[in-house]
């Protein structure tokens, strides 16, 4: 390959890019001089020869290949490929300058011509960023230089060897700024590179300073570029300053300030100071004070820069100033202070030479010295930023001749006057000269006025701008307290500065030309802020007022000003104004009222005239903002008339004419613009004011009269102010009602006579009369009738002119459409009947259809206003229409709503959203919350995408409470609602969070007030949370919330509506006293009409335009919500049993739907008042109305045709299947009830032919579970629940029993026990959730349901042992078995005996089970249940047991003849009425109800004469009924029970032989006769031995199972046995008999007590007193939960004191509490008792009625609380009161009928011994029927002395101390065997207990009940009298407390 060319290595060298490859080309092409060029280290000197020849070989290729490489290599910031291309031409060049460094001595240029080729590779160095090779190649070139010089220089060479060659010394002075430009770009931290800058820096300066005498250009220009990096250097060391230090920085910038004064760019030298200036202040982190103190440096330095030459300089040195000083102004006190010093310091050294400069330097450091002063004073607490400024007053005298100075020196404002802003000003800039100074100094000549103009204003700007904002801030201060400043006349020095700020303004104004003055357009709010500082000033000095009013007025009257300037001027001289009105000053106040009142009037014309001509104007000042201004000038002048009228000013109305006028312009200019409301409110208000005593109608003006000859105002603008007029006189009607009707008249008229009066303005003229209308609305519901004739009129007006005519304008359209509307709702408020209703409605939407037509409007104001107005007038009588149920017109509204939001251009999802919000979607009372209708339109719009759940949850997104709605109805309607709509099933069922709803309602209602929507939204989300609740059967739980979405809807309602409460008596017996006639009082709606107020909003359809997005709630709409939740709390208590509640809601309901012609509603809540239809006649009927329920609630679908037995089949089995979330349980549990009794019933049917459905052939054993499923689902719904409770105890009884009815058998539970369970789950139902909650500190009512609540239950105040008892039944039926074993876990060791009464349907029932042809009138169901024994169950006939009460006396008897007149003239006074209405007990035994009847006439009716004859014949009627009584129960006992007397009694306590004998005989039974005995029946029956035992009780199944169904025989009745009793064997029954003839029990054998649960139609017998009974120890309660519950709160008392647990309760009867003889007509009681309560230390009132409060204590505060009184008491403490407690003690209610339940048929019973009861009473005894004083007074004084004697005796007990000594034995201290099992009632006693404490808890002493048998027979008449005394509760002991004791 031939050696390369120059020419084709030149060519590569331009072209190839493979730069290495040629690098090694050009290396061996110069390889010869390349070689000996490195060879020259160790060969001193070459050969010249040889150098001359290479240098002829190569240097041409040299000289052209350095160019080529450096434009090859001057590249700035190349990119990575570039650089990886192009490196290796560095080599190159680097090898060629090696080369041409050997040859340089043949070089024409001399041997430094080598080192600017160097220099241009420095050059590509620095452009590619390689600072520190540029640094080091650039030292190179110095190093060759003074090399080839032979300098002695350090860095550069010396001055002399240059020998003068300008081109060496510009390669010198190049070389160094290639150095600095290097460092300057490399920004090294290293400081030792800055030292050896400033080392060039000295040593380049000579070559610099030589060259610039020959004025060479190219020694200047690098000298240029070495000052450029310089000070590039300077400023990076100055943002590094913490790491260089402050000395190294001081030193560079002096040397760069001396380099730039040496440079011809030394006119840079400010810029680059507030350069150095900037960075300073933009540092961060750096300390504050070496800051500053750098800054002074810099201005310091330049200071004495400018002195040199001033004239060229002042002006910058100046700017500089001005900047450093706003820049300290922002950085801080610090600053301020420091640079105030310095500038005072520097001004100093000024003086000397020109006389503004140090004037204004001194003033910029008074301005500094201020702002230090106010910031420091905003900390200060004692003094305000204006009483610190008076403290300096060295500064303001300072400032007072600062300012006085350069007023003289300037010359501006001195002579001038203030001149209105249209005077021209002539030669105004060449008046303006400046003086010299006044002690002869030199004058400072200024080359541009101009700038010296705004060195001068930028001074005052300075100063003024903190001093303006520190007096606006504090103007209320000035304003209020000037006189309190000491030396207010200081002020005057500021307002002299303000005044010379505004002069300066002005003349800089005069003297700029129209296109220079947007400089200051900035200022323009800065100027109106001084301006307003400045007139402040005026009113507090009293000085110069007139000066300030015209800087405002000139202000005002300059064209250069803006909008924002005119708007901060207005609003300051408003404020001010305002400040000055309420003080009192009102000639300052007008003043300032006046100025602010035509800034903003000029500020609108303005704004006009831009708007107009399009000139000027600003894009972001929009129409809107340009109302909002207008409708603020309004507003503003409002106040101004105010004042004005206050002052007697009669200014008035020029002033409101010309506001009108100004604003007429406006409005032709803007649509849509908001009429001047508050101004024309506020002339109402004054002329009102001005006539209001003044009966002559035509004295007060009309806006009309003062308008007509206005030039500047149309008619047509007329008309609308007129508009407004006759609103706002509406508005003040209330306030002056005579005066505005007058006037409404008047400019009514003045409207249809001048304004409306052509045949052309038909439209306006009706709405004129629609605005009469509307302001006779306003005056009420009494003026409807001329109201609707108005609205006709303008309907016949409208009509007449258009005639037929189906296309018109759409505003004639809209108000016709809008009055037949409004007639509509008019109309129906005053004939709620009237078909005039609907036939408008009909008429209003054919007029809205005919305008929105899809596609067919135009999008103009005129339609988006009429588009926006329509749909609070469609939601109306949407609303009106739903609420009375009409739904035919609900599409079209629909539709019509969709189109205007479509044509609206507003997205169909927020229509779905606010229609859903405010529950438009279907009509009232409908079951699904979405019409099948609206979908189908909806999807017409939409599409199918409609119908499916995103979408609409898409809608709902916005807004959460909406969306929440939505998902709660997916839940309580899914099946009636989601089959409309595309989606899955298991998608939507989860159910949402109750804590969620409720954190959503709290937050709508948490602001103050609460927001009407907020209210409707939160009240939709409890009412649809009750709806689930119901669903599911959690009843109690949903009343809670439907109470709660009452309350808020009834706030709701109270804001739309007005009404008056009418009372309606009426008479009743159902909730009086017993034998009284009680009034009931029924509360009903009175006068029921829309608010004023809101009935107004309407009509303003014609005016303002409503927001589309918003969400409006209708009156009609509001009236719905509210009867729906009062139509579900009413429902819900019916349900729950409480009757009077629900029918006070239902009444009242009912009262509004009547008053209001609601059909729907009025129609439910009269069936739900009503009793509900009951379904009699066929069986057949009654099966298909119970295939349609199953049918409706399975597959919402109604059977219409027959179907198959397999589809009945499947529907029985889905309707018996458990759904988990079951939102139908109540209903699924009222289906399943009636299939369990038809099954039952038709039992015997099945082997027969009669079968006529599938109903007919269940099995018994899917039966049972479906009623179990059924009694789970309705456990709170008390009247279902009993049922299906009982209906399942008769099933299990008669399995027990026959054989027919056999079930499978349960290993854990016998018949007996499920029999029992049911039975005891039947009673009290209607009590359990309402005593429950009391009885244990009122938890939630679903801790009583829920079993994963338990553990809240026993954390709060129940044992967890109980919970099983305290919840009703369990949530699943698969948790029933478990849930009844638990029961009877935690039942109490006291017998319970339930007693329940089956009459009616159950008497045919049993009877067709039973095959029994006997005539039973009833039956009894009793259960025996303990926690020790196995449950006895007992189903015995009953028949009548006494007749009617007979006299036994002849009828010649004397005797019974006077008796019978006696008696007769006492029936005549008051009667007596049955508290408990009508049972099943007066068919079994009436002659009780005849008694208590007799008994009451004889206590209440006073005697003709009281004499001994008149008193011993009654004393005989009394006598004569107390033994009927006495008959009446003994017969009862032996008819009812016989030989299953025994049953009630309480277990044997330590009796060895009965222990011994049961022993006995079930060991002989189980080994002779092989049975299987229940041995706590044995054991029972063995205890009742001494009373006649029949066969009937050794019966096998009773000996096994504990059932039994007894019968009655009557004479020649063959009894069937096939499904009867089987005998025992005969061995077994002489066992049995041998047994009982054994024993021996003794008469008066102690006995436990027993507590009786008593069915209400029961409850009124006196059980107690039953022969068998009467010395038993017997106690009532309501429910067996509510025993457990009562035991388990005594036990949890009793742990809180920190007292040793019982079993039961104690009392200690000495801490009492009486209430005698309050109504003071007892004297005998209360001489009885009176002074006996004392000796004992009683608390209490004698003679004297208490406070509900101190009754309410006593309660709370004692263990007993003693009445004796007339009745119950309640008179004085009520039973909602005494229910409230959370504590309450024992009771003894001596009152007639205290202790009387009153029933209230299916509902809940009440009586004031249910509410001791519920407030924690262990124990209250009360009467059940009336009682005479003297013998009930024996009874209690018995009972009581009893207690206090028990009290008194020793606690020892024989049980206890054996106890005692066993555990002592067993060294076991804590709970006896007998209290080892987990009860309820026995396993509280503390482990660490001793033996005296578990004597002092002993068990086995007698308790409270124990006694009151025996004080019965202490009464003269023991049954009349002596058995009313009941003992509610459970057996509560008697101790004794320490600190108690009796007087001696």
């Known amino acids: 390959m031939p050696p390369p060319t120059e020419s084709s290595l030149l060519s590569d060298l331009q072209t190839s890019d493979d730069s290495q490859r040629l690098h090694s080309i050009v290396s061996d092409y110069l390889r010869p001089v390349s070689t000996l060029a490195n060879s020259k280290k160790t060969s001193k000197k070459a050969d010249q020869t040889t150098v001359r020849s290479l240098a002829k070989q190569f240097l041409s290729f040299l000289s052209k290949s350095f160019p080529i490489i450096y434009n090859r290599l001057y590249i700035q910031n190349p990119s990575q490929q570039q650089r990886d291309i192009l490196s290796p031409f560095y080599d190159t060049y680097r090898q060629c300058l090696t080369c041409l460094d050997f040859i340089s001595s043949q070089l024409a240029g001399g041997p430094h011509m080598v080192q600017i080729q160097r220099l241009k590779l420095v050059y590509c160095l620095q452009a590619w960023g390689r600072y520190e090779e540029g640094e080091s190649e650039s030292f190179r070139v110095l190093e060759r230089l003074r090399g080839e010089a032979d300098s002695e220089g350090k860095f550069v060479p010396s001055i002399d060897v240059g020998g003068g060659d300008s081109k060496f010394g510009s390669v010198v002075v190049e070389a160094v700024a290639s150095v600095v430009k290097n460092v300057a770009m490399g920004q090294s931290k290293d400081c030792g590179k800055y030292e050896r800058v400033l080392a060039l820096l000295e040593e380049v300066r000579p070559w610099c300073s030589l060259f610039r005498e020959l004025e060479s250009v190219a020694i200047e220009k690098s000298h240029n570029v070495l000052v450029t990096f310089l000070g590039r250097c300077c400023r990076f060391l100055v943002e590094e300053m913490n790491h260089f230090g402050e000395d190294l920085i001081r030193r560079f910038y002096v040397e760069c300030l001396a380099e730039y004064s040496r440079s011809t760019t030394k006119d840079q030298v400010y810029k680059f100071a507030r350069r150095i200036c900037s960075s300073l202040f933009s540092l961060e982190g750096s300390e504050s004070s070496v800051r500053i103190d750098l800054v002074t440096f810099v201005l310091a330095s330049i200071s004495r820069e400018c002195k040199v030459e001033m004239d060229n300089g002042a002006i910058e040195f100046v700017e500089l100033a001005d900047y450093c000083a706003n820049k300290c102004r922002a950085a801080g006190t610090i600053f301020c202070s420091t640079l105030a010093r310095n500038l005072n310091n520097m001004a100093g050294d000024f003086h000397q030479a020109t006389t503004p400069v140090d004037l204004i330097l001194r003033l910029y450091a008074t301005g500094l010295e201020f702002t230090d002063d106010f910031t420091t004073s905003k900390g200060a607490e004692d003094n305000s930023a204006i009483e610190v400024l008076f403290i300096e007053r060295d500064k303001l005298h300072n400032l007072s001749a600062l300012l006085g100075s350069l007023r003289h020196y300037f010359n501006i404002g001195e002579k001038e006057t203030c001149i209105s802003s249209d005077i021209e000003y002539k030669n105004s800039v060449n008046q303006m000269h400046l003086q010299p100074g006044s002690k002869g100094q030199c004058s400072m000549t200024c080359k541009d006025r101009k700038a010296c103009i705004v060195m001068y204003y930028n001074t005052q700007k300075f100063l003024c701008q903190p001093l303006a904002e520190l007096v606006n801030s504090e103007k209320k201060r000035i304003l209020a307290e000037i006189e309190a400043l000491t030396d207010s006349s200081k002020l005057y020095t500021i307002q002299d500065a303000f005044y010379q700020f505004c002069d300066s303004f002005f003349s800089l104004k005069r003297c700029t030309s129209e296109s220079e003055r947007e400089e200051f357009d900035d200022d323009e709010v800065l100027v109106a802020s001084v301006i307003a500082a400045g007139f402040i000033l005026s009113i507090g000095t009293k000085l110069k007022m007139q000066k300030s009013v015209c800087l405002i007025k000139q202000i005002i009257g300059s064209g250069w000003i803006q909008s924002q300037g005119l708007k901060y001027l207005f609003v300051s001289l408003h404020n001010i104004g305002v400040l000055m009105y309420r003080s009192k000053q009102m000639k300052e106040a007008l003043k300032a009222l006046k100025l602010s009142y035509r800034a903003s009037w000029t500020n609108i014309q303005r704004l006009c005239e831009m708007f107009t001509h399009k000139k000027g104007f600003d894009d972001n000042l929009s129409e809107d903002a340009i109302r909002g201004l207008i409708t603020d000038a309004c507003t503003r002048s409002a106040f101004l008339l105010e004042v004005l009228h206050v002052c007697g000013n009669l200014k008035v109305k020029r002033i409101i004419v010309e506001s009108l006028e100004n604003w007429s312009l406006a409005e032709n200019l803007f649509r849509q613009l908001p009429g ?44 609308i102010i007129l508009e407004q007029e006759l609103l706002a006189y509406q508005e003040l009607n209330h306030g002056y009602p005579d005066f505005c009707q007058r006037m409404q008249n008047k400019v009514i008229d003045l409207l249809m006579q001048d304004v409306y009066a052509t045949e052309n ?39 007449n002119f258009y005639g037929e005519t189906p296309i018109l304008g759409t505003t004639a359209c809209h108000q016709l459409a809008a009055a037949y509307c409004l007639r509509a709702l008019c109309t129906q408020e005053a004939e709620p009947n009237s078909e005039q209703v609907y036939q408008d409605i009909c008429a209003a939407l054919d007029m809205w259809l005919s305008i929105f037509v899809p596609d067919s409007c135009s999008m103009d104001d005129e339609f988006k206003m009429v588009s926006g107005n329509t749909l609070p007038l469609l939601y109306n009588i949407l609303d009106l229409l739903s609420v009375k149920g009409w739904t035919k017109l609900h599409s079209n509204i629909h539709q019509l709503i969709i189109r205007l939001y479509k044509q609206n251009n507003m997205q169909i999802g927020k229509c779905l959203a606010n229609l859903w919000e405010c529950r438009r979607l279907s009509h009232a009372l409908c079951v699904s919350p979405v019409n099948e209708a609206f979908i189908a339109t909806l999807s017409e719009h939409c599409g199918e995408t409609s119908k499916s759940i995103d979408f609409w949850i898409g809608c709902l997104s916005g807004s959460q409470p909406g969306l929440l709605g939505f998902q709660q109805n997916l839940i309580c309607f899914f099946n009636t609602f989601t089959h409309r709509f595309k989606t899955h099933e298991r998608d939507f069922k989860s159910a949402v969070p109750v804590n969620n709803v409720k954190q959503i309602v709290s937050e709508l209602i948490s602001s103050d007030p609460v927001r009407s929507h907020s209210l409707f939204l939160a009240g939709y989300l409890y009412y649809d949370l009750c709806e689930r609740c119901v669903s599911s059967g959690q009843l109690f739980e949903g009343l809670s919330y439907a109470k709660e979405a009452f309350q808020l809807r009834s706030q709701l309602f109270k804001r739309k509506f007005a009404f008056s409460i009418e009372e309606q008596v009426e008479k009743c017996n159902e909730t009086g006293d017993i034998g009284e ?15 004023r107020t809101v009935a107004s909003e309407l009509w303003s359809f014609d005016s303002s335009s409503w927001d589309l997005c918003g969400c409006y709630l209708s009156p009609w709409n509001v009236l719905q919500c509210y009867l729906e939740s009062i139509l579900q709390v009413g429902y819900i208590n019916e349900m729950t049993g409480n009757g009077v509640e629900a029918e006070t809601f239902l009444v009242w309901g009912k009262s509004i739907s009547c008053s209001q012609s609601l059909p729907l509603f009025e129609a439910t809540f009269s069936s739900v008042l009503g009793k509900c239809l009951e379904y009699h006649g066929q069986t057949h009927e009654l099966h298909k109305v119970v295939w349609q329920s199953i049918s409706v609630l399975v597959s919402r679908k109604r059977i ?114 499920w029999a029992s369970y049911f039975h005891q789950a039947s009673l009290g139902t209607h009590l359990n959730y309402q005593f429950f909650p009391n009885t244990c500190g009122r938890p939630n009512a679903q801790c009583f349901v829920d079993s994963r609540d338990s553990h809240a239950i026993g954390s709060s105040c129940l044992h967890t042992e109980t919970s099983t008892l ?47 042809p006997s005539c039973i009138h009833a039956w009894m169901l009793l259960s025996r249940l303990n926690s020790n024994n196995q449950p006895v169950v007992l189903l015995l006939p009953l028949d009548s047991v006494l007749e009617e009460v007979s006299d036994d006396a002849a009828p010649d008897d004397d005797n019974a003849r006077a008796c019978q007149n006696l008696r007769q003239h006492m029936n005549s006074g008051k009667k007596w009425h049955c508290p408990w209405g009508s049972t099943v007990v007066d068919d079994v035994a009436p002659a009780f109800k005849g008694i208590l009847e007799e008994n009451f006439i004889t206590t209440s009716n006073f005697l003709i004469e009281d004499t001994k004859s008149t008193r011993s014949l009654w004393w005989m009627i009394r006598k004569k009924v107390d033994q009927q009584l006495g008959k009446l129960l003994s017969n009862l006992e032996d008819s009812w029970l016989g030989p299953w007397r025994h049953v009630l009694l309480g277990d044997c306590l330590d009796c060895k032989s009965l222990n011994m004998v049961h022993k006995k005989l079930v060991r002989d039974l189980k080994s002779k006769c092989k049975m299987d005995i229940n041995e706590s029946f044995l054991k029972l029956v063995l205890g009742g031995a001494k009373y006649d035992i029949e066969e009937a009780c050794f019966s096998w199944q009773c000996l096994k199972e504990g059932c039994y169904i007894g019968r009655l025989e009557h004479p020649g009745e063959e009894i069937c046995r096939s499904n009867g009793i089987d005998k025992v064997s005969a061995l077994a ?63 949890h008392y009793q742990e809180q004191v920190g007292r040793n647990a019982a079993v039961f309760p104690l009392i200690d009867p000495l801490d009492a509490f009486y209430l005698l003889n309050p109504s003071g007509d007892l004297s005998s009681t209360q001489a009885e008792f009176e002074n006996w309560f004392r000796d004992q230390n009683f608390e209490g009132k004698a003679g004297t009625v208490p406070t509900a409060e101190e009754l309410a204590t006593a309660l709370k505060s004692h263990d007993l609380f003693l009445y004796f009184g007339h009745g119950s008491g309640e008179q004085y403490l009520s039973r909602k009161e005494i229910q409230e407690l959370d504590k309450c003690a024992a009771t003894l209610l001596m009152g007639c009928s205290s202790g009387s339940l009153v029933l209230n048929g299916c509902y809940m019973p009440r009586g004031i011994s249910l509410s001791y009861l519920r407030a924690g009473s262990p124990v209250t005894i009360a009467n059940l029927w009336e009682v005479t004083d003297k013998d009930i007074d024996r009874f209690g004084k018995a009972v009581l002395s009893a207690w206090l004697s028990e009290r008194l005796e020793p606690a020892d007990c024989s049980q206890c101390d054996q106890l005692v000594k066993e555990f002592e034995a067993m060294k076991i201290r804590g709970r006896s065997k007998g209290t080892s099992r987990k009860k309820v009632a026995s396993s509280n006693i503390d482990e660490t207990s001793n033996g005296d404490s578990l004597k002092n808890t002993c068990d086995h002493r007698p308790k409270i009940g124990s006694f009151v048998g025996r004080a019965r027979e202490t009464c003269t008449l023991p049954f009349l009298n002596g058995a009313s005394p009941v003992c509610y509760g459970v057996p509560t002991g008697i101790r004794r407390k320490k600190d108690l004791s009796p007087n001696s």
């Open 1629 to 1691: 029954s002489q066992l049995i008999h041998e047994a009982v003839n054994e024993l021996h029990l003794a008469d008066t054998i102690s006995r436990e007590p027993i507590i009786l649960v008593l069915d209400y139609d029961v409850q009124m017998l006196p059980w107690e007193s039953i022969p068998i009974l009467r010395q038993q120890e017997v106690y009532r309660m309501p429910s067996v939960g509510s025993i457990s519950l009562t035991l388990e709160r005594s036990w």
């Open 1077 to 1091: 006639i009680a009034l009931k009082v029924i509360n009903g709606p009175k006068d029921l009409q829309v608010q």
């Open 1200 to 1313: 219409t045709q027959t179907c198959s037995s397999a589809h009945d089949t499947f529907l029985l089995d889905l309707i018996g299947r458990e759904i988990l979330g079951d939102v139908f349980a109540v209903e699924r549990a009222a289906i399943l009830y009636s299939i369990g009794w038809i099954t039952v019933k038709n039992i015997h049917s099945k082997d027969t032919r009669a079968v006529c459905c599938d109903l007919s052939n269940v099995q018994l054993s899917k039966t049972v579970h479906w009623l179990k499923l059924a009694f789970v689902l309705c456990r709170e719904v008390p009247v279902l629940f009993q049922k299906v409770s009982r209906l399942l105890s008769a099933i299990y009884l008669l399995s027990a029993t026959t054989e027919l009815f056999s079930l499978p058998s349960c290993k854990a539970l016998s018949e007996s026990h």
């Open 761 to 799: 303005s038909p439209l306006w003229k009706a709405r004129i009369l629609i605005r009469k209308g509307r302001a006779l609305r306003i005056n009420g519901i009494e003026a409807l009738k001329n109201c609707i004739l108005c609205l006709s009129e303008a309907i016949s007006i409208m009509k």
């Open 676 to 719: 001047p409301i508050p101004l024309i409110k506020q002339w109402v208000k004054i002329q009102c004011k001005l006539h209001k005593n003044v009966d002559v109608e035509d004295s007060a003006p009309t806006l009309c009269c003062m308008l007509l000859s206005s030039t500047k105002v149309s008619k047509r603008t007329i008309g």
């Open 1366 to 1412: 305290l919840r009703l039944a369990p949530e699943s039926v698969k948790d029933l078995e478990q849930f009844v074993m638990d029961f009877y876990a935690c039942l109490p060791c006291t017998a319970i005996i339930c007693i329940s009464l089956l009459g009616h349907a159950y008497t045919s029932l049993l009877q067709e089970l039973l095959l029994n």
